[in-house]
């Protein structure tokens, strides 16, 4: 099983709405990340968990938060989000978060903000 | 400060032809690559991979070239095909004691039958 799962594959939500995003993956990575992607944009960084520790944040506004409550999960939390964070918002898996192992990603959420 | 880039937007190649898609870095530390595949409304598919202690790899159709001291590395693809056509990524790895990768801008290949 090479598959990363997210859910939902769409999410309309106001500026004054919370909503969660869901990832999961079963291949025994140790590794997760949230990457967000703008249309005709490359994906971009925003959180790495390695062992279930957070260890990468670029700098990612506080209205996005980051969990992942085990090896398998991962969830982006998003509170009073703005319309530029309109989006793709894919996740990630890979077997290490310290060495450079190929990153499989999930089909990503699509995400309007109104 | 774009660090990894691709700097043709589209390639158009006929079916059984070969692909060469580019990419250049300017980050020396880089010591890893990657190259994904994306099709619309999908995230990007892995594709292969290039250590920076090689200059070549190999899967099938796939061949990935690496010239250190250019800083460059193309994506050979012999021979294409029309399920080829989609957007190609190319990727750098940040250093070895992480997982960050960064993307280049990235090519549209369409392959015509």
């Known amino acids: 099983d090479t598959e990363v799962t997210q859910t939902p594959k769409h999410l309309v939500m106001g500026m004054t709405n919370k909503k969660s995003l869901k990832c999961e993956q079963h291949?025994?990575?140790?590794?997760m990340y949230w990457y967000k992607q703008k249309a005709k944009k490359p994906p971009e960084l925003m959180f790495v968990y390695s062992y279930e520790k957070l260890s990468i944040n670029e700098s990612v506004p506080s209205r996005f938060s980051p969990e992942c409550p085990n090896s398998s999960l991962l969830n982006l939390h998003l509170h009073a989000l703005q319309p530029e964070d309109s989006a793709l918002y894919l996740c990630?898996?890979?077997?290490?978060?310290?060495?450079?192992?190929?990153?499989?990603f999930g089909p990503g959420t699509r995400l309007t903000v109104t | 400060d774009q660090q990894v880039k691709q700097n043709s937007p589209s390639l158009s190649v006929q079916e059984g032809r070969i692909s060469i898609l580019n990419c250049d870095y300017t980050?020396?530390?880089?010591?890893?690559f990657l190259w994904y595949k994306k099709y619309p409304a999908e995230g990007p598919t892995f594709l292969i991979s290039i250590s920076s202690i090689k200059d070549k790899n190999e899967d099938g159709r796939f061949t990935v070239f690496l010239n250190k001291s250019a800083k460059h590395l193309s994506l050979h693809i012999v021979p294409s095909q029309p399920g080829d056509s989609a957007v190609y990524f190319c990727a750098a790895s940040v250093g070895s004691n992480t997982g960050k990768l960064i993307f280049g801008q990235g090519t549209t290949l369409q392959v015509k039958p």
């Open positions: 291949m025994g990575h140790r590794a």
């Open positions: 980050n020396s530390m880089f010591d890893y």
């Open positions: 990630a898996s890979s077997r290490s978060g310290t060495v450079p192992y190929e990153q499989y």
